[in-house]
């Protein structure tokens, strides 16, 4: 298993170009299902549930041709409409294929997600909306068993806020009967990102970004060509490291309009910015300030940001308080950052920690994806040498994180 070997204490200078996001374009290639017509993707970030989900896609039938970050999907020879176990479980995010393959061929069989590291993150609102879109579902064996004739466009009102719940029912909307609105939609700018692509298949939504999408069935959709959106929460890692670690970064392809919550906090944190049209130069050279956050949907403070600015804030010039909303066991870091030294206490879904001066390196453990991100930024600020194990996380969503951060002055060496 790979490991990253971290000398902290380098202040970071250089530039890094931000990759395109994980969590637009995993439900943008699921949108390959829902065409007989070509695909053609740019921006395709090069990350492991990509590539997971390529090969996920590919099973059904989905033809996959990539040159770098460029992908063509043609979904003119689907046969297989399933998304086994030994998939589904390494991904949640496989879940994405139920809605399109329901909605252009009346059937699929999806493994049911179990629970994973930073919750329980069920998927009965899915199950709920498909259902009131008329599918017929079952649950068997861990199996979604799903059937319909034709989905018949409805109201549907999610119980709660879902990202990837949201981003279903809006693709398998496109091709029901008449008109379907979603109210409680997530407004995530992935969301939106995918709705775009959708609209450029031949897709009728209205009230893109906002929590009510309506949308007009069409009998089909056709090939189009998408850039995938800059993904803000790649961009926001390395402003947390350079806001650990100090030093003058800037960061090429982002977008900062999408990145407002994280932009403010680390500003009040003590990060001198300068927005360009697709660019942030960023400079720290103080102790930080700390912040305190509560998580919430967008446009709120991500929850996929929380780890990271509390790795920043272990080092900050005083104490905070961190509440996670959307999750419910989102604070797998804590332990391991105080193995680095950091002075955090969790009291439920709240977490106060205590800035100390200076971290010191110590072999520590991912758990997920952002609390691995959260160790590498805590390692860049930590004297001496950290050992960041189990980084299979980190390359699930992060682009060749440690190429990035050595062409900006980190001391990061992969350890295969
Ligand atoms: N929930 C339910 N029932 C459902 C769906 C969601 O109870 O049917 C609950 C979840 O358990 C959670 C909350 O609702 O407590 C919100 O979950 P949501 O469905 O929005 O999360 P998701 O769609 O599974 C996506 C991202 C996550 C990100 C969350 C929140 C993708 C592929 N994943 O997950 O990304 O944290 O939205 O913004 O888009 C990551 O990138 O590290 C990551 C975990």
Do not use: W
């Not at 579902?137 to 806020?161: F, N």
């Amino acid at each position: 298993m790979d490991k990253l070997l971290i000398q902290g204490g380098k202040r970071l200078s250089g530039e890094i170009s931000i990759s395109g996001a994980k969590n637009a374009a995993l439900p943008i290639l699921c949108a390959g299902l829902l065409t007989a017509g070509d695909l053609e993707l740019s921006n395709v970030p090069h990350l492991h549930d990509v590539a997971t989900m390529l090969k996920l896609l590919g099973q059904t039938g989905l033809k996959v041709a990539q040159d770098g970050e460029r992908v063509t999907l043609n979904g003119s020879a689907i046969t297989k409409l399933e998304a086994p176990y030994e998939m589904v479980k390494t991904m949640r995010a496989s879940i994405l294929v139920l809605g399109p393959l329901l909605a252009r061929f009346g059937e699929a069989k999806v493994s049911l997600p179990g629970g994973c590291a930073i919750g329980s993150r069920p998927v009965d609102q899915h199950i709920k909306g498909l259902q009131a879109l008329g599918a017929e579902i079952s649950i068997e064996g861990g199996y979604i068993y799903a059937k319909c004739k034709k989905l018949k466009g409805t109201r549907i009102v999610t119980d709660m806020i879902t990202v990837t719940g949201t981003e279903n029912l809006l693709m398998a909307a496109t091709l029901a009967e008449g008109e379907t609105i979603l109210e409680n939609a997530a407004r995530e700018p992935e969301v939106t990102d995918l709705a775009h692509l959708l609209v450029a298949m031949g897709a009728k939504i209205e009230g893109i970004g906002t929590d009510r999408l309506v949308i007009q069935g069409v009998p089909e959709l056709h090939g189009a060509k998408h850039a995938v959106i800059s993904d803000r929460i790649e961009a926001a890692t390395f402003l947390c490291a350079v806001a650990a670690a100090g030093g003058d970064i800037t960061l090429r392809n982002t977008r900062t309009d999408i990145m407002d919550a994280a932009l403010d906090k680390l500003r009040e944190m003590g990060l001198e910015m300068t927005i360009g049209t697709d660019s942030i130069r960023a400079q720290m050279h103080r102790r930080p300030t700390p912040v305190s956050f509560r998580t919430t949907e967008y446009p709120g403070f991500p929850t996929d940001m929380q780890a990271q600015f509390m790795a920043v804030n272990t080092v900050a010039d005083g104490a905070s308080r961190v509440t996670e909303t959307i999750f419910e066991n989102r604070f797998m870091h804590v332990q391991e950052m105080n193995r680095l030294g950091a002075a955090i206490e969790t009291d439920g879904n709240t977490a106060f920690i205590k800035g100390v001066e200076q971290l010191i390196g110590a072999p520590v453990m991912a758990t997920d994806l952002r609390a691995s991100a959260s160790l590498v930024i805590a390692a860049l600020a930590a004297r001496g040498e950290t050992l960041v194990d189990r980084i299979y996380h980190l390359d699930r969503g992060y682009d060749r994180m440690e190429v990035k951060l050595s062409a900006v002055g980190a001391d990061i060496r992969r350890i295969k």
